[in-house]
C-alpha cells in the first residue's frame, strides 16, 4: 500500500512538473517582464532604464502587448561643452513571433523577436517634448521555473533601449 501510494505521489509530482507546464509558448499566455537596462539611447551617451512589458498570446507563434519604461541618459553638446541629464518615457505597442519551437527542443528556452511602436515623453532642463518611438525587438526567456524566468532583450530603432535584461512571469 505504501508502495502505491508514493508511486502515485511521484506521478502527481511529474505531472505537475511536465513538460507542457514549461512550453515554450502558447497561445493564452499572459507574459510580464520587468526589468533594467542601458547602453544609451539611440546616439546618446550612456544610460540606464528601468521598465516593463507585458504581452498576450493571440495565437499560437504571436503575442500582443505593450511596454514602457523609465530612461535616463547624458547628452553631450560637442567637445568642450557641457553636459545635459535627459530624462525619457518610451510607451510602445508590441508585438513578438515566438520562433523557438520551429527548431529547438529545448521546452523551458523562448524565442521571440518583432516590432515596437509607440511615443516617447523626452525632457531635460532645457527642453521637453515627444517623439516616435519604432524598432524592432529580439529577445529569449528562460524559465528555470513553470512561471517564472530571465530574459535577455536587445532593441535597435528611434528611441528604443538598445539592451534590457530582468524577470519574466508566466500566468
Keep these: 500500500m505504501k508502495k502505491t501510494l508514493l508511486m502515485l505521489c511521484v506521478a502527481t509530482i511529474l505531472s505537475l512538473a511536465s513538460e507542457k507546464a514549461f ?13 533594467i537596462g542601458g547602453g544609451g539611447y539611440g546616439f546618446y ?32 553638446y560637442g567637445f568642450g ?4 541629464n535627459y530624462i525619457s518615457v518610451p510607451i510602445a505597442a508590441r508585438g513578438s ?9 529545448i521546452d523551458k528556452l523562448d524565442l521571440y523577436a518583432g516590432p515596437v511602436l509607440g511615443f516617447s515623453i523626452d525632457g531635460n532642463e ?3 517634448g515627444t517623439s516616435i518611438v519604432i524598432g524592432v525587438q529580439a529577445g529569449a526567456r528562460y524559465y528555470f521555473k513553470p512561471a517564472m524566468g530571465a ?5 535597435g530603432g528611434s528611441n528604443v533601449i538598445p539592451a ?5 512571469f508566466k500566468f
Design 45 to 76: 551617451g550612456g544610460g540606464f532604464a528601468v521598465g516593463g512589458s507585458f504581452e498576450v498570446g493571440v495565437h499560437e507563434f504571436i503575442s500582443v502587448g505593450a511596454q514602457a519604461d523609465l530612461n535616463f541618459y547624458n547628452y553631450s
Design 151 to 155: 530574459f535577455a532583450e536587445f532593441s
Design 97 to 105: 513571433y515566438h520562433y523557438g519551437k520551429h527548431f529547438l527542443t
Design 164 to 168: 534590457k535584461v530582468g524577470l519574466s
Design 126 to 128: 532645457y527642453y521637453s
Design 23 to 35: 512550453a515554450q509558448f502558447e497561445k493564452g499566455d499572459k507574459i510580464l517582464n520587468v526589468g
Design 81 to 84: 561643452y557641457a553636459k545635459s
